[in-house]
Every structure is written in C-alpha cells, then in structure tokens.
C-alpha cells in the first residue's frame, strides 16, 4: 500500500491546524470549559478539530473520522482518521509547552500513520511503524537497558492509583533514576526522541493512542497497554526501549 499520499495529506493536516492553535497559546483570556466527563476543552481544541474535519471531507470523503471533541462518522470505512486536537488541554492552557495534536490513519483497524505535533516549539514527529522522523530527521530511542538508569514520564502520578496497581506503580518509581510529569502526546516525543526510556498512562482513549503506536515502533520502541497487550483498541499505555519494556510490564503487574 502507497501511504505517500495520505503521508502529505497527514502534513497538511498538521500544518494547518497547529496555525490554527499557535495562536491561542498563553492568552490570558482563553476560556476552558469542563465537558461532561470533566475534562476541559477550549475554542483550540474544538477549532482545530472542526477544521481538520473539514479537510478530510473535502479530500477523503468516504474516510472515517473518530476525534475527542465530536466523535465518530462513517464509522466501518476503510480508512479512518483519529484525530485529537490538543493532547494535554490542561497544560496548553496553562502556558505549558507539554501538549500537542495526534493524528492517526488507520486502514482496516490498525494505525498505519501517526503523527505528535508540537506546534508553539515547532516539533513535528511522523511515524509509520517502521520509521519516525522529527522534523525530516530520522529519531530512535535510546538504549537504555537497566531500571535503575530510567528516566520514567506519566501525565499523572495519581492516576495510576485510581485505574491500575498503584502500589507496584509506586515501587517502579521508586527503582527508575528519574520520574517526571513531561505527560501527556509529549511524553512519547520524548521517548521516540531519546529524552526519555519510559511513558505510563494508566487510562486513555482511542484518540489518545492511535497516533503513538505507529510513531514509538517507528522509532524502535515497545508500546503495550498496562498489561503487555496488543495496544490497539487499549484503555492504557506503557512505552519504553525494547530492553526496558518487559521489565516494566512485570514491575506494574506483580
């Protein structure tokens, strides 16, 4: 299958809506509402999608489309496209840099294209399973063999508590090298970058997920949910180097 096209046409994707988002970034009078599930949602968010939707339609019109601010079309195509306009609202809000957009196309259920835009830092990451690019320039992860030389990222550190075994989350902290909160789509830019060995999230969406999978195998790494399963279709995330991961599977789940 020839994904040059949709390749170019994911680049659009992301050009357009991350100038569409850039400048809602730091104003103090941007407005955030809290949506039914609690989660927070701003005129970027919503914006952004509305316009990638567009797009797609105009291009593509018999894709699908399944995006966090207005859900699920044409849902059975061939071709789908997973959209999530701005990954870490709470962040992006704030000022803070540690958000991005994800877009994924799948084809027949499986990711075949993801990418993690960083639009205010200008970081544009494209995946496609067997190789990911920052910028055009080809990234992998680290080798980092050993939990006690981990740098470990999570969005949040009570959520594995709340949703998984927090206990055994809590003793992997404790064993890593470094733990911080650089969450959110940014953690796996940071992982498929190098900055990073491994990323958690214990809860997750659809559109949270898709565009990572492509993009962490492309750059060499393992992403699984919680339990080391097939991540496609997952309510959670573990990403990390291909020597580090079966070693956190086993730390999360004693």
């Given at each position: ?6 390749r170019?046409?994911?680049?659009e994707?992301?050009e357009?809506?991350?100038a569409f988002i ?9 407005a955030v509402?809290?949506k039914s599930?609690?989660?927070p949602?701003?005129?970027a968010?919503r914006g952004?999608?509305?316009l990638m939707?567009r797009?797609i ?6 894709h699908g489309?399944l995006?966090?601010e207005y859900?699920a079309e044409n ?12 990954d870490g ?6 000022g803070s840099p540690?958000?991005g957009?994800l877009?994924?196309?799948?084809h027949?259920?499986?990711p ?11 970081q544009?990451?494209?995946?496609d399973g ?16 050993r939990l006690?030389?981990?740098?470990l990222?999570?969005?949040d550190p009570?959520?594995p508590a709340?949703?998984?075994n927090?206990?055994a989350?809590?003793?992997?902290t404790?064993?890593v ?5 650089w969450?959110d789509c940014y ?5 498929a970058?190098g900055?990073?060995d ?6 997750m969406?659809?559109?949270?997920i898709?565009?990572?999978i492509?993009?962490?195998r492309?750059?060499?790494?393992i992403?699984t949910?919680?339990q080391?399963r097939?991540?496609?279709g997952a309510?959670s995330?573990?990403a990390a180097?291909?020597a580090?991961?079966p ?7 004693p």
């Open positions: 299958m020839n994904l040059e096209p949709y170019a046409f994911l680049l994707l992301a357009k809506s991350g850039r400048p809602w970034f730091g104003r103090p009078d941007l509402e809290t599930d609690q989660t949602v701003t005129v968010d952004a999608e509305e939707r797009m339609h105009e291009r593509f019109p018999d489309i995006g966090e859900g849902a059975g195509a061939e071709f789908t496209w997973v959209l999530d306009p701005v609202t709470r962040a992006f809000a704030a540690l958000f957009t877009i994924a196309l799948m027949q259920g499986q075949v294209l993801g990418v993690i835009h960083q639009p205010v830092l200008g544009l990451l494209v995946g067997a190789r990911t690019t920052l910028n055009g320039r080809p990234v992998r992860v680290r080798a980092t063999a006690e030389d981990a740098t990222l999570c969005s009570l959520t709340q949703h998984q927090g206990a989350f809590a003793a992997l404790a064993r090298k470094l733990v911080r909160t969450g953690g796996y830019l940071l992982l970058t900055g990073a491994v990323m958690c999230d214990p809860i969406n659809p559109w949270d898709a565009a990572l492509p993009v962490v492309g750059a060499g790494g992403i949910d919680w080391g097939d991540p496609v309510a995330i573990v180097t291909p580090l991961h070693r956190v599977i086993a730390a999360l789940n």
